[in-house]
């Protein structure tokens, strides 16, 4: 692991925490307003020294590691690789994003509400550098209480039920989690998450602790049909808390199933493939059919989340180079466009106060840079070539075919659905005929410096994905690598593992070689 002398983890966890205490102090809302804004841009500074990430290695990187509780064997350890890092510099890139894009949205209670959003940016990055699994659980828990604070409190007419929902599914999740977590403390001895990567676990301990994890991790994804919290929640939210919810909170349920699914319940992750497969195309078909039903511009986009969330878990569980690219690719690029898209249905808001397609018709003759951002994100979120998700969705779908052609073809109307609901989205509020004279302003200068970002991003990362590739493939080999080693041990003779190995799509054209995976204990390959 590569140390490093400077705690930069610490500073991008503990600042924004810092920055809320010094919120008590101030009583205006403008000066909260300013103050949050530079406080974001300064988090977003203390984390340029992640460019300097090796892109050589797949091992952790700016590691700190301390004795917290020796007597429990807990350790304050903090670290991140490639497939952690992008997640990072998402959380971070939002903050700033959604403190604009909340200027005028909110009017009352201003210095609590930035305070949650600071709170939550700190639990966010906690949960993707810590090495420590109780660490892991304590940031994967304080998340929830500035999330149902923004839900229950600046949400709209039906926030309590909406906040109590995500509440209690998230917490049911989270207990299921911290079984595992207990259980894996017994069988492996040590709470470190790398210590633990290196341990072999039984199968009927990995069966159950991955059933446990499994069914945490789905419930924030969220899968089919544990998704009926996400709709609730991303309606009744305030902006930043839908740009929060769709962009960073639902990548926790991914991350974990890479970070804990794959490699300490390697066997059963294996095992209970099939049923992953099949609730996420059940979750893309399922998302994507909903959406096309809605007329509420924020149901639209909290559905198709469902149905774009869908494509990273099946990604994930294809167990093949591409598909875990792809499902990278998707984390990142779903939380920039998804995000986008809900700070546009924002901006709008402010201008008609209706989320209401049938209200906000017939705007490119009102508020044509509003449409262009718009038809942008549109085009972006069901994967038009040269945009940021199209990579991410090609790459996953022939993952899907290479491992199992009914598979890909499974995935396929998932993303004409998308076309679909976007396209007549996009038609609707460019061109539907309004049913009275609109006096609108098009987009001010505040509105164009949280939207050009995301459109940068979107098109960079469509036409030149090399940096993302270059970032995330060390540690998805490797993650790869010892996901087929430990399967390949616990088969009983050669030929099922190779023919094990052939259907999670591992090819002769894979950079990890069936040749390079050890020895079964019956025999040699």
Same mark, same amino acid.
Request: glycine share 8%; net charge positive.
């Given at each position: 692991?590569?140390e490093y002398?400077?705690?930069?983890?610490?500073?991008l966890?503990?600042?924004?925490?810092?920055?809320c205490?010094?919120?008590?102090?101030?009583?205006?809302?403008?000066?909260?307003?300013?103050?949050?804004?530079a406080?974001?841009?300064?988090?977003l500074?203390?984390?340029?020294?992640?460019?300097g990430f090796?892109?050589?290695?797949?091992a952790?990187?700016?590691?700190? &590691?301390?004795?917290?509780? #020796?007597?429990?064997?807990?350790?304050?350890?903090?670290?991140?690789?490639? /497939?952690s890092i992008?997640?990072?510099a998402?959380?971070?890139?939002?903050? #700033?994003?959604?403190?604009?894009?909340?200027?005028?949205? /909110?009017?009352?209670?201003? @210095? $609590?509400?930035?305070?949650?959003?600071?709170?939550?940016?700190?639990?966010?990055?906690?949960?993707?550098?810590?090495?420590?699994f109780?660490?892991?659980y304590?940031?994967?828990e304080?998340?929830?209480?500035?999330?149902?604070?923004? !839900?229950?409190?600046?949400?709209?007419?039906?926030?309590?039920?909406?906040?109590?929902k995500?509440?209690?599914?998230?917490?049911?999740?989270?207990?299921?989690?911290?079984?595992?977590?207990?259980a894996?403390?017994?069988?492996?001895?040590?709470?470190? !998450? #790398?210590?633990?990567? $290196?341990?072999?676990?039984?199968?009927?301990?990995?069966?159950?602790?991955?059933?446990?994890?499994?069914?945490?991790?789905?419930? @924030?994804?969220?899968?089919?049909?544990?998704?009926?919290?996400?709709?609730?929640? &991303?309606? $009744?939210?305030?902006?930043a808390?839908?740009?929060?919810?769709?962009?960073?909170?639902?990548?926790?349920g991914?991350?974990?199933?890479?970070?804990?699914?794959?490699?300490?319940?390697?066997?059963?992750?294996?095992?209970?493939?099939?049923?992953?497969?099949a609730f996420?195309?059940?979750?893309?078909?399922?998302?994507?059919?909903?959406?096309?039903?809605?007329?509420?511009?924020?149901?639209?986009?909290?559905?198709?989340?469902?149905? &774009?969330?869908?494509?990273?878990?099946l990604?994930?569980?294809?167990?093949?180079?591409h598909?875990?690219q792809?499902?990278?690719?998707?984390?990142?690029?779903?939380?920039?466009t998804t995000?986008?898209?809900f700070?546009?249905?924002?901006?709008?808001?402010?201008?008609?106060?209706?989320?209401?397609?049938?209200?906000?018709?017939?705007?490119?003759s009102?508020? #044509?840079?509003?449409?262009?951002?718009?038809?942008?994100?549109?085009?972006?979120?069901?994967?038009?070539?040269?945009?940021?998700?199209?990579?991410?969705?090609?790459?996953?779908l /022939?993952?899907?075919?290479?491992?199992?052609?009914w598979?890909?073809?499974?995935?396929i109307?998932?993303?004409?659905?998308a076309?679909?609901?976007?396209l007549?989205?996009?038609?609707?509020?460019?061109?539907g005929?309004?049913?009275?004279?609109?006096?609108?302003?098009?987009?001010n200068?505040?509105?164009w410096?949280?939207?050009?970002?995301?459109?940068?991003?979107?098109?960079?990362?469509?036409?030149?994905?090399?940096?993302?590739?270059?970032? !995330?493939?060390?540690?998805?080999?490797?993650?790869?690598a010892?996901?087929?080693? $430990?399967?390949?041990?616990?088969?009983?003779?050669?030929? @099922?593992?190779?023919?094990?190995?052939?259907?999670?799509?591992k090819?002769?054209?894979?950079p990890? @070689?069936?040749?390079s995976?050890?020895?079964?204990?019956?025999?040699?390959?």
């Amino acid at each position: 692991m590569a140390e490093y002398h400077f705690p930069l983890l610490t500073a991008l966890i503990f600042f924004p925490l810092g920055a809320c205490v010094v919120l008590f102090f101030l009583r205006e809302p403008a000066r909260v307003r300013v103050f949050t804004l530079a406080a974001s841009l300064i988090e977003l500074g203390l984390a340029i020294p992640l460019l300097g990430f090796d892109l050589g290695t797949s091992a952790f990187q700016f590691v700190e &590691h301390h004795a917290w509780v #020796p007597a429990w064997g807990l350790s304050y350890y903090l670290g991140v690789d490639g /497939i952690s890092i992008l997640m990072i510099a998402l959380t971070v890139a939002l903050l #700033p994003l959604c403190v604009l894009c909340s200027w005028r949205y /909110i009017e009352n209670r201003v @210095k $609590e509400f930035h305070f949650c959003l600071l709170f939550m940016t700190s639990a966010c990055i906690g949960v993707f550098c810590a090495l420590d699994f109780v660490l892991f659980y304590v940031f994967w828990e304080a998340m929830l209480v500035p999330m149902y604070l923004l !839900i229950a409190v600046w949400g709209g007419p039906e926030r309590r039920y909406a906040s109590i929902k995500f509440f209690l599914y998230t917490l049911a999740g989270s207990t299921l989690l911290l079984v595992a977590l207990i259980a894996f403390r017994i069988a492996g001895g040590t709470f470190s !998450i #790398p210590e633990l990567m $290196e341990k072999g676990f039984s199968v009927q301990l990995q069966t159950w602790a991955f059933l446990a994890m499994a069914l945490a991790f789905a419930i @924030k994804v969220p899968m089919f049909p544990l998704h009926t919290w996400l709709p609730a929640a &991303h309606v $009744e939210a305030p902006t930043a808390g839908s740009v929060l919810l769709a962009s960073v909170l639902l990548k926790m349920g991914t991350y974990g199933f890479l970070r804990f699914c794959l490699p300490l319940t390697p066997v059963a992750a294996q095992h209970f493939a099939p049923m992953m497969i099949a609730f996420s195309l059940a979750s893309i078909i399922y998302g994507g059919a909903v959406a096309l039903g809605q007329t509420d511009m924020k149901k639209i986009i909290a559905y198709s989340s469902v149905g &774009h969330m869908g494509f990273v878990t099946l990604g994930i569980f294809l167990f093949n180079l591409h598909g875990a690219q792809g499902a990278l690719f998707q984390m990142l690029n779903h939380g920039i466009t998804t995000g986008a898209l809900f700070m546009m249905v924002g901006a709008i808001y402010e201008r008609s106060h209706s989320r209401q397609v049938v209200d906000n018709l017939g705007l490119s003759s009102y508020l #044509p840079a509003y449409i262009g951002f718009f038809g942008l994100f549109a085009l972006s979120s069901f994967g038009f070539p040269g945009t940021n998700n199209f990579v991410g969705e090609l790459l996953v779908l /022939i993952g899907a075919f290479r491992s199992n052609p009914w598979i890909g073809a499974a995935a396929i109307p998932g993303a004409m659905l998308a076309a679909a609901y976007l396209l007549r989205l996009l038609q609707k509020l460019a061109w539907g005929e309004p049913s009275k004279a609109r006096g609108w302003k098009d987009l001010n200068g505040r509105e164009w410096s949280y939207l050009l970002p995301a459109a940068v991003f979107v098109l960079y990362i469509g036409l030149a994905p090399r940096i993302v590739f270059r970032i !995330i493939d060390p540690s998805v080999e490797h993650l790869l690598a010892g996901f087929r080693t $430990e399967t390949a041990l616990a088969m009983p003779a050669c030929p @099922k593992a190779r023919a094990a190995g052939m259907v999670q799509g591992k090819t002769t054209d894979d950079p990890v @070689k069936l040749s390079s995976i050890v020895r079964s204990p019956q025999g040699g390959m």
